[in-house]
C-alpha cells in the first residue's frame, strides 16, 4: 500500500543518515520527494530514487534559500503537502555551560531551530493553497531532557519541541487542517556518531559499549525514525497533532534494570 501515493515531500537535511532514510522510504511509499542540504551529495541520491524527485541546495538558517526551496515545489508540483524539518548540527568545540561560546551556540541555533522556524513558517504559507498538511520536526531525546556536554544542543532541540506545538495550534486556530508534530530520536546510528565512534578496529566495541546503557539493548537505524515520520505524515495519524514520539529504545522510559529479588 502506497501511504503517501502522490504526495509532495520535501525533507531538509537528506544528503544521509535520517534524512535520507526517511525520502527512500516516503519515495517507496509513493511520494515525490524534494531532498535538500548543504551537502551535493544529495543531488546523487535524488537521482538514485528516479526522475520524479529532486534535490536543491538549502541552508536552512537563510530565509532567501527556504522562498527559492518553495519556488522549486511550485514549479515542479504545484503544491508542499509534507515538510520535514530535519537538517541539524550537534557543534563545535566546547560545548558545556561554562565555556561554550556565545558565537557557536548561535550557530547551533541558527540551524536547529531558525532552520525549524523558518521552514514551518514557509511551509504554512505554502499548504495554504489546499489548506492541508503535514510538518514533521526532528529533535532529539535531548530536547526532553539535559546534556551537559551539548547546552546548545540540547537548548535547541527543546526549542524545536515546543514551537512544533505552537505551530499544531496555530493552524488549528486558522482553520488549517496542517499537522506539526516532533520526533525526538536517540542512539541511532548516523554519521553523526562517527566523531565518537571512530572507523578503526574498536569501532563495533564502542557501539556495543553504547548499546549496553539502552533498555533494548542495540542501536537504532535511520529506518526506525523514517517509518515514524511515514505515519505521522500519512492520513493515518489524521488526528495527531501537537505531540512528539520518542524513538529511543526505551532510554526514556527510566532504568533499564530492576532490584534483584530479595530471598
Known amino acids: 500500500m502506497k501511504r503517501l501515493k502522490n504526495q509532495v515531500a520535501l ?3 537528506a544528503s544521509k543518515g535520517i534524512g535520507l532514510a526517511i525520502a527512500e522510504i516516503f519515495a517507496k511509499n509513493g511520494a515525490f520527494c524534494i531532498l535538500s542540504d548543504i551537502d551535493p551529495l544529495g543531488e546523487e ?3 538514485a530514487l528516479g526522475s520524479s524527485h529532486s534535490y536543491i541546495p538549502l541552508d536552512v538558517s537563510k530565509p532567501e534559500e527556504w522562498q527559492k526551496a518553495m ?3 511550485e514549479k515542479m508540483f504545484g503544491r508542499l503537502d509534507i515538510l520535514v524539518n530535519n537538517a541539524g548540527i550537534t557543534g563545535f568545540g566546547v560545548q558545556d555551560p561554562e565555556h561554550l561560546s556565545l558565537e557557536d551556540w548561535r550557530k547551533v541555533h541558527s540551524i536547529n531551530l531558525d532552520g525549524v522556524f523558518l521552514g514551518c513558517k514557509y511551509a504554512i504559507q505554502m499548504m495554504r493553497k489546499q489548506k492541508k498538511g503535514a510538518i514533521i520536526n526532528i529533535s532529539s531525546r535531548s530536547g526532553l531532557v539535559g546534556i551537559p556536554g551539548a547546552a546548545a544542543y540540547a537548548s535547541s532541540k527543546a526549542a524545536v519541541r515546543n514551537h512544533t506545538k505552537s505551530v499544531a495550534l ?3 486556530q486558522e482553520g488549517l ?3 506539526a508534530n516532533s520526533i525526538h530520536p536517540a542512539a541511532i546510528l548516523t554519521p553523526l556518531w562517527d566523531a565518537m565512534l571512530g572507523s578503526g578496529k574498536n569501532r563495533a566495541a564502542h557501539i556495543e559499549e553504547i548499546a549496553q546503557n539502552i533498555p533494548m539493548k542495540k542501536m537504532g537505524s535511520p529506518d526506525d525514525v523514517a517509518y515514524a515520520a511515514v505515519y505521522l505524515a500519512s492520513d493515518e495519524a489524521k488526528y495527531i497533532t501537537g505531540t512528539e514520539l520518542t524513538i529511543d529504545g526505551g532510554l526514556l522510559a527510566g532504568a533499564g534494570s530492576s532490584p534483584k529479588k530479595m530471598d
Open 71 to 73: 519556488e522549486h515545489a
Open 45 to 47: 541520491k535524488a537521482r
Open 177 to 179: 487542517d496542517i499537522r
Open 170 to 172: 496555530y493552524a488549528q
Open 11 to 13: 525533507i531538509t537535511g
